[in-house]
């Protein structure tokens, strides 16, 4: 099985290389003989690197009972604090006030439940859109500078972390009001005639969560983008590649892993959040977080409730599983 697997790599690397040179000279660059020879002694390289590597398999090692008792602390914790729990949720919301599916076609059938799930879903993408604009940046740069000033920006990206959330979002309504400082400095500007709405609607909202998320999506894509060797995009610009080609072609495919697991993160983190959009959204922004705060809390419908749990749940589980299937198991280790 070694052999044979070591066979099929070698092959995928000639095969490789073969087809980038052929991919020049298609375009018309005709690639310098001492470039050809580059790949062909890079290929060779290679080629011994990986002959000589020990074939490691992919299969995932088998569970024993000997293997399962230190987790057996772990696994009696998450049964007695999540599965119980769950389960008497999910009892409920069949129950509760009649017994069947009363509570989940309320949710599904109803226009203002309806347009709660549409809220949470739009604003849930929208902020992992924004946080992924502006963390590949970040992360990028946190993986070229000098270690120095890497740490130094990571240790603000951490504290920023370690604060509390209520105080960061009350921070963000100061900041955020009409009579707030970014208002003031957009009006002295000249940039503005009369102060913007930032709170209580999406911007505020998108603004708040998408400050939140950014070290969630940050963090993964600064460990991919560090763990890609420089060398592979200095082959490129050899061969003739120009610095948009390298990112398009190189860099973003090769920080993909990053890319959805931070984007999976965020999206998942932001389906569920409740503080943020409660006090920097209104009430046309409602979020499916706040509205089973307001059925459990406030009028005490236990069964509603837990079904618009179960839901969002149940969403969070198919985007997981999606990802699983996109990525492998074996990627996530």
């Given at each position: 099985?070694?052999e044979?697997s070591?066979?099929?790599?070698r092959a995928?690397?000639?095969?490789a290389?073969s087809?980038?040179i052929?991919h020049c000279?298609?375009?018309?660059?005709?690639?310098?003989?001492?470039?050809?020879r580059?790949?062909?002694?890079?290929m060779?390289?290679?080629?011994e690197?990986?002959?000589t590597?020990?074939?490691?398999s992919s299969?995932?090692?088998?569970?024993?009972?000997?293997?399962?008792?230190?987790?057996l602390?772990a696994?009696?914790?998450?049964?007695?604090f999540?599965?119980?729990?769950?389960?008497?949720?999910?009892?409920l919301?069949?129950?509760?006030?009649?017994?069947?599916?009363?509570?989940?076609?309320?949710?599904?059938?109803d226009?203002t439940?309806?347009?709660?799930?549409?809220?949470?879903?739009?604003?849930?993408g929208?902020?992992?859109?924004?946080?992924?604009?502006?963390?590949?940046?970040?992360a990028?740069?946190?993986?070229?500078?000098?270690?120095?000033?890497?740490?130094?920006?990571?240790?603000?990206?951490?504290?920023?972390?370690?604060?509390?959330?209520l105080?960061?979002?009350y921070?963000?309504?100061?900041?955020?009001?009409?009579?707030?400082?970014?208002?003031?400095?957009?009006?002295?500007?000249?940039?503005?005639d009369e102060?913007?709405?930032?709170?209580?609607?999406?911007?505020?909202?998108?603004?708040?969560?998408?400050?939140?998320?950014l070290?969630?999506?940050?963090l993964?894509?600064?460990?991919?983008?560090?763990?890609?060797?420089?060398?592979?995009?200095?082959?490129?610009?050899i061969?003739?590649?120009?610095?948009?080609?390298i990112?398009?072609?190189?860099?973003?495919?090769?920080?993909?892993?990053?890319i959805?697991?931070?984007?999976?993160?965020?999206f998942?983190m932001?389906?569920?959040?409740?503080?943020?959009?409660?006090?920097?959204?209104?009430?046309a922004?409602?979020?499916?977080?706040?509205?089973?705060?307001?059925?459990?809390?406030?009028?005490?419908?236990?069964g509603l409730?837990?079904a618009?749990?179960?839901?969002?749940?149940?969403?969070?589980?198919?985007?997981?599983?999606?990802?699983?299937r996109?990525?492998?198991?074996?990627?996530?280790?």
């Amino acid at each position: 099985m070694g052999e044979e697997s070591r066979y099929h790599r070698r092959a995928l690397v000639r095969l490789a290389g073969s087809l980038i040179i052929k991919h020049c000279l298609r375009q018309g660059n005709h690639v310098l003989s001492c470039r050809i020879r580059f790949f062909d002694s890079l290929m060779d390289t290679m080629f011994e690197a990986i002959s000589t590597a020990p074939y490691r398999s992919s299969r995932l090692p088998r569970l024993t009972s000997h293997g399962l008792r230190p987790a057996l602390p772990a696994l009696i914790f998450l049964f007695l604090f999540m599965v119980v729990p769950l389960s008497s949720l999910l009892l409920l919301s069949f129950t509760t006030p009649e017994i069947g599916l009363g509570n989940y076609a309320k949710l599904l059938g109803d226009a203002t439940y309806g347009r709660v799930l549409l809220n949470t879903f739009s604003v849930a993408g929208l902020v992992t859109i924004v946080s992924l604009l502006i963390g590949y940046p970040v992360a990028w740069l946190l993986a070229i500078l000098p270690s120095r000033v890497s740490q130094f920006l990571f240790a603000i990206i951490l504290l920023s972390m370690w604060t509390n959330l209520l105080a960061r979002t009350y921070g963000w309504m100061v900041l955020l009001q009409r009579t707030g400082v970014i208002n003031r400095l957009l009006m002295h500007l000249g940039l503005i005639d009369e102060p913007l709405s930032l709170i209580n609607n999406l911007a505020g909202v998108t603004i708040g969560m998408t400050y939140i998320m950014l070290p969630y999506i940050i963090l993964p894509l600064h460990a991919t983008i560090s763990a890609i060797d420089p060398a592979i995009m200095q082959a490129a610009a050899i061969t003739g590649a120009r610095p948009r080609q390298i990112f398009w072609h190189v860099l973003l495919p090769m920080s993909l892993p990053g890319i959805g697991a931070g984007c999976m993160m965020v999206f998942v983190m932001a389906l569920g959040y409740y503080v943020t959009p409660a006090l920097l959204g209104g009430t046309a922004n409602m979020m499916l977080a706040e509205m089973i705060s307001q059925q459990v809390q406030s009028l005490l419908n236990w069964g509603l409730g837990s079904a618009a749990a179960f839901i969002l749940l149940a969403v969070t589980l198919v985007f997981y599983a999606i990802y699983i299937r996109a990525v492998g198991l074996g990627r996530l280790r």
